[in-house]
């Protein structure tokens, strides 16, 4: 059964309209949350990614979907501001990781403390077992999407 029919679909209330429109609104105020820090919601998805184990700029791209250009310059610029820092692997040594410097590790916890205190703002009024359940809707969504790309290969 097809959730939408194109005679009566309305971007503005489907659901992929919804989701972008909220990641918009997510990043946007975010980026407001963060100017204390000098912080950009960028820069706090990268630290993210490699606080909570994606230590390569590969393993953020695929994750992010991201261009790897950018993702480079965005972990350049970090570097510079001494927040991760790029080492060799020692299993392979061609491989360069990625982790939080001192000073990364010391910003990260404000950083999401701010990124979790929005996300507890956008939903307000939801009880616990609401925001499990949309979690749940969400990710199989995600899971049909990666099911939809791995179809073509």
């Not at 972008?20 to 990614?49: C, G, H, T």
């Not at 590790?105 to 925001?131: M, T």
């Not at 899971?143 to 791995?150: L, S």
Request: charged residues 30%; contains cysteine; hydrophobic residues 45%.
């Amino acid at each position: 059964m097809a959730a939408y029919d194109p005679a009566t679909f309305d971007p503005r209330s489907a659901i992929p309209g919804l989701v972008a429109r909220l990641r918009m609104a997510w990043l946007d105020e975010l980026d407001e949350r963060l100017v204390p820090f000098d912080l950009k919601a960028q820069d706090y998805i990268v630290l993210l990614m490699v606080a909570t184990g994606s230590d390569t700029a590969s393993s953020i791209c695929s994750v992010l979907a991201h261009d790897p250009g950018a993702m480079t310059r965005k972990i350049d610029a970090l570097e510079k501001r001494g927040l991760v820092r790029r080492v060799r692997s020692e299993e392979d040594r061609r491989a360069i990781k990625l982790e939080l410097t001192p000073e990364g590790r010391k910003l990260y916890p404000k950083a999401l403390a701010e990124a979790v205190g929005l996300a507890n703002d956008f939903l307000q009024g939801f009880s616990k077992a609401e925001v499990k359940t949309l979690e749940g809707l969400l990710k199989r969504i995600l899971d049909n999407a990666h099911a939809q790309a791995a179809v073509k290969g």
